[in-house]
């Protein structure tokens, strides 16, 4: 197990119960149509962020909230889309708030049931999907002041603690940014499908990898030990002789510096074998995230203009 901060909660129950009352809670179903659409595919969504803000945004998390950081990522990726893709006029500071996904998760969602670190996946995902999110900025409601400029892992922790969770002053602006469906991956053909139509993945497993290695000479990292944890997928390469999906950890840039990459990868980055997410997205707690009310079929450009091979 590596020296980092993890914090994925494995709960089966608590995520059969949010799974039970989401609007779409199955990606299978809810997106039947898009089925197998990935297949032999190249798509990164990662560019869509980068060309928006002209740089990759690369989490380092210092205490168990890997959950938050991976859900937020979802939807920094889903923002890129939307304003790079789609031409939608919103407002965008590039980096999310992850400490109140983190505390929302907690106790508007999980009512406190949980002591010490950590948090589930799907009490994330249902928290963007009910109350959603802010970017990083300071914010002036009612007389009070509240900075999230930068992230704080003993903020996160405080709002995450019994009694606390988020200040009823930012509710208002948290709906301005929701995720409008959620819906639980179980396979990496979901993974891939879900990718593809520009829908990033979180994925929450205890699936771990080799850290002291790194990447191996085509950008994969090897699975080894566990780590019980949350990261998300926001790329996906079907076209390879190896198929994969690129996922974003919260370890800083620095997470297996020097080892090789491929498609111009963010820093921080690895790729993870098909039949690895598969076990990952078969622990069921991961999830696809939509800005829209389901899941349409969105043309995305293939080649992506801004990466590099």
Same mark, same amino acid.
């Given at each position: 197990?590596?020296?980092?901060?993890?914090?994925?909660?494995?709960?089966?129950?608590?995520?059969?119960?949010?799974?039970?009352?989401?609007?779409?809670?199955?990606?299978?179903?809810?997106?039947?149509?898009?089925?197998?659409? %990935? /297949? +032999?595919? #190249?798509?990164? *969504?990662?560019?869509?962020?980068?060309? =928006? &803000? $002209?740089?990759?945004?690369?989490?380092?998390?210092?205490?168990?909230?890997?959950?938050?950081?991976? %859900? /937020? +990522?979802? #939807?920094?990726? *889903?923002?890129?889309?939307?304003?790079? =893709? &789609? $031409?939608?006029?919103?407002?965008?500071?590039?980096?999310?708030?992850?400490?109140?996904?983190?505390? %929302? /998760?907690?106790?508007?969602?999980?009512?406190?049931?949980?002591?010490?670190?950590?948090?589930?996946?799907?009490?994330?995902?249902?928290?963007?999907?009910?109350?959603?999110?802010?970017?990083? %900025?300071?914010?002036?409601?009612?007389?009070?002041?509240?900075?999230?400029?930068?992230?704080?892992?003993?903020?996160?922790?405080?709002?995450?603690?019994?009694?606390?969770?988020?200040?009823?002053?930012?509710?208002?602006?948290?709906?301005?940014?929701?995720?409008?469906?959620?819906?639980?991956?179980?396979?990496?053909?979901?993974?891939?499908?879900?990718?593809?139509?520009?829908?990033?993945?979180?994925?929450?497993?205890?699936?771990?990898?080799?850290?002291?290695?790194?990447?191996?000479?085509?950008?994969?990292?090897?699975?080894?030990?566990?780590?019980?944890?949350?990261?998300?997928?926001?790329?996906?390469?079907?076209?390879?002789?190896?198929?994969?999906?690129?996922?974003?950890?919260?370890?800083?840039?620095?997470?297996?510096?020097?080892?090789?990459?491929?498609?111009?990868?963010?820093?921080?980055?690895?790729?993870?074998?098909?039949?690895?997410?598969?076990?990952?997205?078969?622990?069921?707690?991961?999830?696809?995230?939509?800005?829209?009310?389901?899941?349409?079929?969105?043309?995305?450009?293939?080649?992506?203009?801004?990466?590099?091979?």
């Amino acid at each position: 197990m590596p020296d980092k901060p993890q914090g994925w909660v494995n709960d089966p129950a608590a995520v059969e119960a949010i799974v039970a009352g989401l609007p779409r809670p199955v990606f299978g179903l809810a997106a039947h149509k898009l089925k197998d659409s %990935g /297949s +032999g595919k #190249v798509t990164l *969504l990662y560019a869509y962020t980068r060309k =928006l &803000l $002209g740089k990759d945004l690369v989490k380092n998390q210092t205490i168990g909230d890997c959950v938050s950081q991976a %859900g /937020s +990522g979802c #939807v920094e990726s *889903l923002a890129g889309i939307e304003i790079v =893709l &789609l $031409g939608e006029n919103e407002e965008h500071h590039g980096e999310i708030a992850t400490e109140l996904g983190y505390g %929302g /998760s907690r106790i508007e969602i999980g009512r406190g049931a949980l002591r010490g670190d950590g948090s589930i996946g799907a009490w994330h995902a249902k928290f963007l999907q009910q109350y959603g999110a802010i970017f990083r %900025g300071k914010f002036e409601v009612n007389g009070r002041t509240y900075d999230f400029s930068t992230y704080s892992g003993p903020k996160a922790r405080e709002l995450g603690s019994r009694g606390v969770g988020v200040p009823d002053d930012l509710e208002p602006l948290l709906r301005k940014h929701q995720v409008r469906t959620v819906s639980l991956v179980q396979s990496y053909e979901e993974v891939r499908d879900a990718i593809h139509n520009g829908y990033p993945v979180s994925l929450c497993s205890n699936r771990g990898f080799d850290d002291r290695r790194g990447r191996d000479s085509e950008g994969f990292a090897r699975p080894s030990g566990t780590w019980n944890h949350a990261m998300y997928a926001d790329a996906v390469d079907d076209a390879h002789g190896r198929p994969g999906c690129l996922v974003r950890n919260s370890w800083s840039r620095n997470h297996m510096a020097g080892t090789p990459k491929r498609h111009d990868q963010p820093d921080g980055s690895f790729w993870v074998d098909a039949d690895v997410i598969d076990y990952m997205a078969r622990q069921n707690d991961s999830f696809a995230h939509s800005g829209y009310n389901g899941y349409p079929g969105q043309e995305l450009p293939d080649p992506f203009p801004w990466i590099r091979d």
